[in-house]
């Protein structure tokens, strides 16, 4: 048997991917009641979060051999 709590974050994964979707269809009808013109903003695409550390040693070494 598999607690709760444990089952919990496979739900609300799916929620927090879909909030500022659902905040900004909120916006839009909030603007739309004032008669406002709403644009969504912008999205920034994923970047990845892992940026590998140059190594001095080896860019050293390549500006010598060039």
Known sequence: ????????PLFLIPV?????????FILSKVYRLFGWE???PER?????PY??????NNDEKMKQRL
């Not at 927090?16 to 900004?24: E, I, K, R, T, Y």
């Open 1 to 8: 048997m598999v607690c709760i709590g444990c089952l919990l």
């Open 16 to 24: 927090v991917n879909a909030l500022p979707l659902l905040f900004s």
């Open 38 to 40: 709403y644009k969504k």
């Open 44 to 48: 920034v695409p994923p970047a990845c």
């Open 51 to 56: 940026k590998p550390v140059t190594n001095k």
